[in-house]
């Protein structure tokens, strides 16, 4: 009898199609360890904070605001002036009108609650406001840019570098050095971001409770909240039938702090609009039609009426203008619907005002930004020697600015 032939071995079977390392369903350990990657993120995120660091101690030798004096302001003093003086007066005396007792404060119910109480938990800790506040941007920074990473890595296309970009990208941004001061936007980011990464790998509840947390900083946790409502909305599909209305109850979650707020400041002063009234008398923030605003701006910049330090800043926050208006346009045109609404949010907010005030400062919140200018600047070469040259000298410009007290003009 012949001898049967051996069967021949099964085909291999294909690998499986790559996920997204941050959509990965990873342990909690390994999402929580921070790998080669992470600590490369680290690395420049401190590097950068070291270069702020520099610019403002040579500002201070530099530019004194005495011209003839012998010696630079204290390092930490540069920190401690603009918004800073607000949530420094909050932490300490509360929303208490206490601004006939120390001349000198008053709208200070436009500045929501998160970072003032955080400030004050810290400073039990660390007796100097200043460097507990610097504290918190410290820490705050270092989530965030993790938390950004993972998110370009998982949606831009470009992995780990389209990560690593993004990170570099915000970090040389115009308005980084507000990262780096005792200001919200580190705080929020190291909630925000989180927060839409959560929702990225389908975990709602963790979302909602850490947007809740940013809403409590910055109002636009409010627009955060209505992004994660359109990518829930965008992820029926995905879900099982019986799981799709389950996270609806977290969504709601995010407006009690603002709820609470308005609350809290009716009791206190006996008006319901006590936020926006703030905000209108300190910084004209009363509503105006879109191409009010724009035209108001435009004056501002262009037509004399004010020194060339106040005539700059307005004219940032109309190239900011149209950079987020550019962005939503590509964000819609490419369906991505969650980000978009977020954008489109802010813009109406900061763009129906008298005139355009802290749109510059808003960039730093968008994140779809700099996801998208990381994976296009990886592709081109030419637009990442573009964005260097001129996104550095603007940011050594704008922390000179801050630091010396030129900020405002």
């Known amino acids: ?15 499986p199609a790559p996920v997204p390392v941050a959509l990965r369903g990873a342990s909690r350990w390994q999402r929580v360890r921070l790998g080669a990657g992470d600590r490369d993120v680290l690395l420049v995120y401190l590097l950068t904070r070291a270069g702020l660091w520099l610019t ?26 603009w918004d800073w003086v607000h949530f420094q007066h909050i932490a300490e005396h509360g929303y208490s009108r206490a601004s006939d007792a120390v001349p000198g404060f008053t709208n200070e119910e436009a500045f929501f609650p998160g970072f003032p109480l955080l400030l004050r938990a810290v400073h039990t800790v660390v007796p100097h406001w200043g460097v507990a506040g610097l504290l918190i941007s410290l820490v705050s920074g270092a989530v965030a840019v993790l938390a950004l990473a993972r998110i370009a890595a998982a949606t831009g296309g470009a992995g780990a570098a389209g990560g690593r970009r993004a990170v570099l990208l915000v970090l040389l941004s115009p308005c980084a050095v507000f990262l780096a001061a005792g200001y919200t ?40 909240a209505a992004a994660l409502a359109v990518q829930f909305v965008v992820s029926l599909g995905a879900r099982p039938a019986g799981r799709r209305r389950r996270p609806l109850p977290w969504l709601a979650l995010p407006a009690l702090p603002a709820l609470a707020y308005t609350w809290y400041l009716h009791h206190l002063t006996g008006d319901w609009m006590a936020w926006k009234h703030a905000q209108e008398r300190g910084w004209n923030r009363e509503f105006h039609a879109p191409w009010e605003a724009w035209a108001n701006t435009w004056r501002a910049a262009f037509d004399g009426d004010y020194r060339t330090g106040y005539a700059l ?19 819609l045109r490419r369906r991505r619907w969650p980000e978009a609404t977020y954008i489109a949010l802010s ?30 600047s990886l592709r081109r070469a030419w637009l990442t020697h573009v964005l260097v040259g001129v996104l550095a000298p603007l940011t050594t410009v704008f922390a000179l600015a801050f630091t010396t007290g030129r900020w405002a003009g």
């Open 347 to 376: 813009l109406w907010a900061l763009g129906t005002s008298y005139w355009y005030m802290s749109l510059p400062r808003a960039t730093l919140l968008w994140w779809p930004l700099w996801t998208l200018l990381a994976v296009w």
């Open 1 to 15: 009898m012949p001898t049967a032939l051996p069967r021949p071995a099964p085909a291999p079977a294909p690998p």
């Open 56 to 81: 403002a101690y040579c500002g201070a030798q530099l530019f004194p605001r005495d011209p003839q004096a012998r010696h630079g302001a204290p390092v930490l003093s540069v920190w401690e002036q």
């Open 313 to 331: 800043m307005f004219a940032a926050e109309l190239v900011a203008m149209v950079v987020g208006l550019a962005l939503l346009a590509v964000l």
């Open 185 to 224: 936007e580190s705080l929020f980011l190291a909630l925000a971001l989180p927060a839409w990464l959560a929702a990225l790998r389908g975990r709602w509840a963790l979302a909602a409770l850490l947007t809740t947390a940013a809403t409590a900083v910055r109002v636009s946790g409010l627009f955060l």
